[in-house]
């Protein structure tokens, strides 16, 4: 963490903050491109966050993409945000000029719902407005938020794993955390990428039983490197036999087409299966009610719960695997995640900031 005397801070209070620069969607299907826009106003509870920092999430995409139906054009994307705080609203008091903060997908909430009121934030009826990238993002020079949503980072977290652990390390974390308290110990992995690298790790720190399971052999080593103590290649039903009813937790960290057949017989009776990414979803429900198994969803976790995964993944040291871009070079890394060319995890760097994010 930067000390509010540093000289982070000094040269942070002095910056001017009228215009940001960012890397915007003018219009669907179009690459990204130079913008530059108002900085939007303080309010007394917000803060403004100079960013260094920002990692490439497949959510970005589906964004650009508008697949989720709601983008709205000039749209600049990015939410694994790690930077510092330049300016605070009037009733900012936990956070100070110059400190080092991380941001997640999720930059306020109503604050007035029955979800708000029990510590639910992420479940806030108002949450498709509360995205960080909804007075636009982290492909940016700065991002304004509530600054109950900028979390101070540990100090010997690297600004690029932090950045990660913003988005893809809460949304494996937060269901692990709820289900391995459990009597849950036997876990599937289903997806060895982005976010199923990190699930593994949560999952083996948490004292599961992991098994890794991919379409990819050429994963092993690194899966079994990365805290799994089994590893499965996906596609082959007769291989896939011997772990018929084997897990009591599966999480689903696939994006698009899925065996649905195949992953609901690797669950136990009574099992859960737990969707992290956004896969199409289209089964026979017949094994679905004769097993008596669950379908969740997981949606990122809550302001304490992010707190702790970030305390955790400290504690256990919990590294993404990570290639890191200038943040001018967005579009060629956009074109790499989309080609499935990227080994993890992406994360892109603002040059006027990456060397005080260092220090």
């Known amino acids: 963490m930067v000390s509010p005397t540093s000289s ?7 910056t001017s903050v009228s215009n940001v620069q960012g890397w915007a969607a003018m219009a669907l299907g179009r690459p990204l491109e130079p913008l530059t826009y108002e900085a939007p106003l303080l309010g007394a509870h917000d803060v403004r966050v100079t960013v260094s920092h920002c990692g490439l999430c497949f959510t970005d995409i589906q ?18 945000i790690v ?5 605070r609203g009037g009733g900012v008091s936990e956070l100070e000029i110059g400190q080092r903060v ?5 930059g306020r909430c109503c604050g007035r719902c029955a979800w708000c009121d029990r510590g639910e934030e992420q479940l806030c009826y108002d949450i498709a407005s509360a995205g960080t990238w909804e007075r636009h993002g982290g492909f940016a020079s700065s991002v304004t938020v509530d600054a109950g949503f900028a979390y101070p980072l540990p100090e010997a977290m690297p600004p690029e794993a932090a950045a990660v652990l913003m988005c893809a390390g809460v949304a494996v974390y937060s269901p692990l955390r709820t289900y391995a308290a459990e009597t849950l110990r036997s876990v599937g992995i289903y997806g060895v990428g982005g976010l199923g690298h990190l699930a593994i790790q949560f999952a083996h720190a948490l004292g599961c039983e992991v098994t890794a399971l ?5 994963k092993e080593s690194e899966a079994l490197a990365l805290g799994a103590d089994d590893f499965i290649v996906i596609g082959d039903r007769s291989r896939m036999r011997r772990v018929d ?20 017989m690797i669950l136990d009776k009574r099992g859960r299966l737990v969707l992290i990414g956004f896969p199409e979803v289209s089964m026979n429900s017949t094994d679905l009610v004769a097993h008596e198994l669950s379908i969740h969803g997981a949606f990122l976790g809550n302001r304490a719960t992010m707190r702790e995964m970030l305390a955790f993944a400290q504690e256990h040291g919990i590294t993404p695997r990570i290639e890191q871009l200038p943040m001018t070079s967005v579009n060629d890394a956009i074109r790499r995640l989309k080609e499935n060319r990227v080994h993890y995890r992406l994360v892109l760097t603002r040059a006027a900031a990456v060397g005080l994010a260092e220090r």
């Open 245 to 264: 009813y084997a897990f009591d937790l599966v999480l689903c960290t696939a994006h698009g087409d899925v065996d649905w057949e195949e992953l609901l």
């Open 102 to 106: 991380g941001i997640g997908w999720q």
């Open 63 to 80: 964004a650009i993409d508008d697949f989720y139906g709601i983008t709205a054009f000039p749209f600049v994307p990015g939410h694994e």
């Open 8 to 14: 982070v801070e000094r040269r942070l209070s002095g």
């Open 214 to 218: 991919s379409s990819s052999p050429g």
């Open 83 to 87: 930077g510092f705080v330049e300016a």
